[in-house]
């Protein structure tokens, strides 16, 4: 699952001499991922994250 979002980091970039306004974007593409807690399945982290960061819920891995 992708996940496009506007990230502090690139917003900082502005005021960066190498950033290109040109070349550059403020929104990045990025995939839904996260840590496997303790106890937790592997299967288990993608639905979390995805709820997490997107508020969807996966249905099928």
Known sequence: MFLEQLRQGAFAALVSRWYDIEK????????????????????DVPRREAVEETGCKIKDI
Do not use: Q, R
């Open 24 to 43: 550059g974007s403020l929104w990045l593409i990025e995939v839904v991922a996260g840590i496997i807690e303790y106890g937790e399945k592997p299967l």
